[in-house]
């Protein structure tokens, strides 16, 4: 069974950084796609990006300039930074793996998810 | 970006009621159309995927059907645990998107 936990401050400066590890289990993050999803409070959701196991990274573009997605294999963990923060970076925030290939692709395991709040 | 349109945003149904939500995507993902709910505080969990495939251990009274632009996902007959809110995402390109949400009330 494939299990997901975030990790990191709840509560961050404006201006400053979030940072946040996944820590996997039951699964190897040397295979799949492994992405970050966050949802503000009471809102939906939304896709912030993926690492592959090859190392390569694809961002969604209304974050893409701030973002940051990276691994630790030897951990089995990846990790998410994202700079310069604002209030409306406030959200839970998610990380996911995604199986399968092209219309098979989907998010099939996630962490619980933890709220990050940004506020001074 | 794919926007990704569902309706209704909210309904109210009662135990056993047949449901059907609809999503509508601004182009066509060729069927590349996944359904999640979502209960308050827990994280979303994939019902479907590929428009119409049911994901490994969920119940059988979950279906999708749909191509193009227009994607449909039916509840046969509504159960106390399926009160939640539906999302509708698409894998089709990056950056991949999800819909606002249809949240199913109990009547």
């Known amino acids: 069974q494939v299990q997901l936990q975030e990790s990191g401050p709840g509560l961050v400066r404006p201006s400053g950084t979030l940072s946040l590890t996944c820590s996997v289990s039951g699964a190897s993050i040397s295979s799949d796609f492994w992405s970050w999803i966050r949802q503000p409070p009471g809102k939906g959701l939304e896709w912030i990006g993926y690492m592959y196991y090859s190392g390569s990274t694809n961002y969604n573009p209304s974050l893409k300039s701030r973002v940051t997605i990276s691994a630790d294999t030897s951990t089995n963990h990846f990790s998410l930074n994202v700079k310069s923060v604002t209030a409306a970076d406030t959200a839970v925030y998610y990380c996911?793996?995604?199986?399968?290939?092209?219309?098979?692709?989907?998010?099939?395991?996630w962490g619980q998810g933890t709220l990050v709040i940004v506020s001074s | 970006d794919i926007q990704m349109t569902q309706s209704p945003s909210s309904l109210s149904a009662s135990v056993g009621d047949r449901v059907t939500i609809t999503c509508r995507a601004s182009q066509s993902i060729s069927s590349h159309l996944n359904w999640y709910h979502q209960k308050p505080g827990t994280a979303p969990k994939v019902l479907i995927y590929a428009a119409s495939s049911l994901q490994s251990g969920v119940p059988s009274r979950f279906s999708g059907s749909g191509s193009g632009t227009e994607y449909t996902l039916t509840i046969s007959s509504l159960q106390p645990e399926d009160f939640a809110t539906y999302y509708c995402?698409?894998?089709?390109?990056?950056?991949?998107?999800f819909g606002h949400g249809t949240k199913v009330e109990i009547k």
């Open positions: 995402q698409q894998s089709y390109i990056t950056p991949w998107t």
């Open positions: 996911a793996r995604g199986s399968g290939w092209n219309a098979d692709h989907r998010f099939d395991s």
